[in-house]
């Protein structure tokens, strides 16, 4: 009756706010002109089209909102009165009472706010689906954000992520092409990283994380946190001041260089995908601003860390092949890794799959964002994988979304950005250090603590081994002898040629640093 009852409020929201009326206008048959005449009987709507969307999604919660937020990315995908009003459920989410916010912080704490800060602005700076933020000023004069968890969340996610699981078992009984989707598995990713985004404590190690990963790379910057202000329902943050990346004017008269931020912002996604295996998934521009202070001029800040996407070495492994097989047109070895990493059927011809990725992708090398039509290379890419029977991979949903997210901010900052010359060169670095000469020296620089620890034992298991040959033994007790000298011998020739390895990378370290 629960999961009824939110059922029938989703639906009440669809005809409250037009949205059906909306999705029948995009169909032109006589047939769909009459059923949007019938439907709109009785209905007159004030506020445009888009003020309607994005108000219904508020409504119905932060699934909607995030679906929404992940469309706003996409202006060219989008009629620009709807794309405008999307753009709003960035960071402009209705803020729930201050008199609650306050409230909840001195329940995480245990004490007042005049405790706990010198000064707090009880008028958030930024509200979105999950929390609000606050600033403040803590005791000795530190500036900081304070983000405080929407209290409800649970209960709405949870009945909409149940609605999402049984509308998933349908499509996979009813269709074969569903089950190929992998529906269940996907809202099961889905209600995974909801859950995690509801745990502030999470999200301040995923930041920590995130900002140890990014140190050195002087492209982006991450808050550190108040380790002694987190809490399951606030956490607090060093303070940081920007320009929100979607304010594309102000930037251009500060005199930042937009076309270099549109590549550094790929070069930091891919950083993170291949090199890290660990990145910010919710790249939304209300998410992203960019610095103006002097010493951290033109990088990118990064807030809101409550949806990080992991990738295992095997995934990475592929996905950096695929990637660098595209970007050298290599389109036979796309196909042969697709079957390799069982994505396709093992049956599949790969002269048939070849033949169709190359007729995707040709057409839209060379050319800059604003010369691709994604919304056609998406419809040639769903058809590909109908026809082969692809398989989604749920592991890898995240990455497609923050992969949409980047796409579609770089369209925004530099529309002749050329995301294949761009992200190229990285990741033919990324696959020398994996397999080439790089990867055997770091490789060696991996191992080097374990052969130090080797290398004292060896004498004294010698010493055993050959002391219990001289003494007469029986049979069973000579296997076992055999066996372990055996063993011994492996393991001082793993010693020896690890050694010459290490000295060998020494060499090839010093080699390096002479170039």
């Known amino acids: 009756m629960r999961y009824l009852a939110r059922l029938l409020v989703i639906v009440w929201t669809i005809r409250r706010f037009g949205l059906d009326d909306m999705a029948l206008a995009a169909f032109s048959g006589r047939r769909f002109r009459w059923l949007r005449t019938v439907l709109s009987l009785g209905r007159r709507w004030r506020e445009p089209r888009g003020v309607r969307l994005r108000l219904a999604l508020e409504r119905l919660g932060p699934i909607f909102v995030k679906f929404g937020q992940?469309?706003?990315?996409?202006?060219d995908l989008l009629p620009p009165d709807i794309a405008i009003e999307l753009a709003k459920l960035q960071d402009d989410v209705p803020p729930f009472d201050a008199a609650h916010s306050r409230q909840l912080i001195e329940q995480a704490f245990g004490r007042s706010i005049?405790?706990?800060?010198?000064?707090?602005d009880a008028e958030p700076v930024a509200s979105a689906s999950i929390a609000q933020v606050h600033f403040a000023t803590l005791k000795g004069g530190r500036e900081v954000a304070v983000k405080v968890l929407r209290p409800g969340m649970l209960d709405v996610i949870d009945d909409d992520i149940a609605l999402l699981r049984t509308l998933a078992s349908w499509v996979e009984r009813l269709s074969a092409d569903g089950r190929r989707l992998k529906p269940r598995e996907v809202v099961a990713e889905f209600d995974t990283y909801l859950h995690d985004e509801l745990d502030l404590v999470r999200e301040a190690a995923n930041a920590a994380q995130l900002r140890r990963n990014m140190d050195g790379l002087n492209l982006v910057m991450v808050p550190e946190m108040i380790w002694e202000l987190c809490t399951q329902d606030v956490i607090v943050m060093e303070r940081m001041s920007g320009v929100p990346i979607s304010q594309l004017q102000r930037l251009v008269e500060a005199g930042v260089d937009i076309p270099k931020l549109a590549r550094d912002g790929v070069t930091i996604f891919f950083t993170q995908v291949f090199r890290d295996g660990?990145?910010?998934?919710?790249?939304?521009?209300?998410?992203?601003?960019?610095s103006l202070a002097p010493s951290t001029f033109?990088?990118?800040?990064?807030?809101?860390?409550?949806?990080?996407?992991?990738?295992?070495?095997?995934?990475?492994?592929?996905?950096?092949q695929n990637f660098v097989a595209f970007f050298?047109?290599?389109?036979?070895?796309?196909?042969?890794?697709?079957?390799e990493s069982g994505w396709v059927p093992a049956e599949t011809r790969v002269d048939e799959l070849e033949s169709a990725v190359r007729a995707v992708c040709e057409p839209h090398f060379d050319r800059p964002l604003k010369d691709i039509s994604l919304g056609q290379v998406l419809m040639r890419l769903f058809q590909a994988s109908r026809r082969f029977n692809v398989e989604i991979q749920p592991q890898l949903v995240l990455l497609q979304k923050t992969l949409l997210n980047v796409e579609g901010l770089g369209r925004q900052l530099d529309p002749e950005l050329d995301l294949w010359a761009t992200a190229k060169p990285f990741l033919e670095r990324w696959m020398d250090e994996q397999i080439g000469a790089r990867a055997l020296l770091n490789q060696v620089k991996k191992e080097a603590p374990r052969y130090a620890q080797l290398?004292?034992?060896?004498?004294?298991?010698?010493h055993e081994v050959l002391?219990?040959?001289s003494q007469p033994q029986d049979s069973a007790l000579v296997q076992a002898l055999l066996h372990e000298q055996r063993r011994t011998n492996r393991l001082l020739q793993a010693v020896i040629y690890g050694g010459l390895g290490f000295v060998l990378g020494l060499v090839a370290m010093r080699f390096y640093a002479s170039l």
Do not use: C, W
Not at 298 to 320: M, P, S, V
């Open 114 to 120: 005049e405790q706990l800060f010198e000064t707090f």
């Open 455 to 462: 290398l004292p034992e060896l004498p004294r298991l010698l």
């Open 298 to 320: 033109g990088r990118y800040i990064a807030l809101d860390f409550g949806i990080i996407g992991t990738l295992n070495e095997t995934d990475k492994d592929y996905l950096a």
């Open 278 to 290: 660990f990145f910010h998934a919710d790249m939304h521009p209300g998410n992203i601003q960019v």
């Open 467 to 469: 002391k219990r040959q």
């Open 328 to 339: 050298q047109r290599d389109y036979k070895r796309v196909a042969q890794l697709h079957i």
């Open 70 to 75: 992940v469309l706003s990315t996409r202006r």
